[in-house]
């Protein structure tokens, strides 16, 4: 977990809360990102196996031409089918934003956020986070209690979504992700409600832990692409990327915040 003191509290629900209560709160929450996406005219539902060459055409649309060949017909149909990918449509069906989630049998039924993909007509509402968290809510939902995903540290919309808003944080880094990827932030949160609806980090409570906390033994700021940097940190300190702060924060470019993880 990150330090609490960075994170905005918006529920009060504690770790180990996983009842009655926290399931009414998730399910209130789910309710309300439903109602964000209905007041843009557009409705977000799980996908169905009709949606697959909708879904098929905003991942060519979103990714680059490499990263959607990643995601075959084949790979949606399982997703479908065994998953629970979710889909925002407008009124002709046309897929405009998704988020690809499924679950494994590991000890902790893993879900695995696979991607998340927003048309950039629609930027700048928030969706890719509020699809994010969605996807976090159906894993719980099903008896997943880790989030796992991966992405690529200077792609600037996603890492601010991932940590900052949905609750991410990088478990490990990679500088070459199955010697194809490129480098990889490993990404990981628990999947508890506390986590889902407490671990996001503003850029005010950075600024305010940064100018009150000792540099290199509180906290370290990485430039994103410190690549090297970010192996040796990983590999031999207990620092692990929690934030990302924008440039001209503290730097003229994007920064993260590293910091050790809470029980
Ligand atoms: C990643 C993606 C899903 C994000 O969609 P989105 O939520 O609509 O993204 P936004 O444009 O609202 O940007 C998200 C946040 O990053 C911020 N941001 C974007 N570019 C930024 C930049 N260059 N510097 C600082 N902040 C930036 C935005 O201001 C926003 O933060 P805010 O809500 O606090 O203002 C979308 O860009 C996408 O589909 N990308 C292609 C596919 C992809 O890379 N998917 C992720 C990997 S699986």
């Not at 890719?128 to 996807?135: D, K, V």
């Amino acid at each position: 977990m990150k330090p609490p003191l960075l994170c905005e509290k918006r529920y009060d629900v504690s770790e180990r809360d996983n009842g009655k209560r926290a399931h009414a709160i998730l399910m209130g929450e789910k309710n309300r990102i439903e109602k964000r996406m209905e007041k843009l005219g557009l409705s977000l539902r799980l996908a169905r196996e009709e949606d697959i060459r909708n879904i098929h055409h905003r991942t060519r649309e979103s990714f680059s031409e490499e990263a959607a060949q990643g995601i075959s017909l084949y790979d949606l149909y399982r997703f479908i089918h065994h998953g629970y990918p979710a889909v925002v449509v407008d009124r002709d069906g046309e897929v405009l934003a998704y988020d690809l989630s499924i679950s494994y049998d590991d000890r902790h039924k893993t879900s695995y956020e696979v991607a998340v993909a927003v048309d950039s007509k629609l930027s700048g509402h928030g969706l890719g986070y509020l699809l994010s968290t969605y996807g976090a809510i159906l894993g719980w939902e099903r008896g997943s209690r880790v989030r796992k995903s991966s992405v690529h540290p200077l792609n600037i919309p996603s890492v601010k979504n991932l940590l900052n808003y949905t609750g991410f944080h990088g478990a490990d880094f990679i500088p070459d992700f199955l010697g194809q990827m490129g480098p990889r932030l490993v990404l990981r949160m628990p999947l508890t409600p506390n986590a889902i609806l407490n671990q996001g980090v503003s850029v005010k409570a950075v600024k305010q832990f940064v100018n009150t906390r000792a540099k290199d033994v509180e906290y370290r700021l990485l430039r994103c692409d410190a690549f090297s940097e970010m192996v040796k940190m990983y590999g031999e300190s207990r620092f692990r990327v929690i934030a990302f702060i924008p440039g001209g924060v503290f730097h003229d470019g994007p920064l993260f915040l590293a910091t050790s993880l809470e029980p």
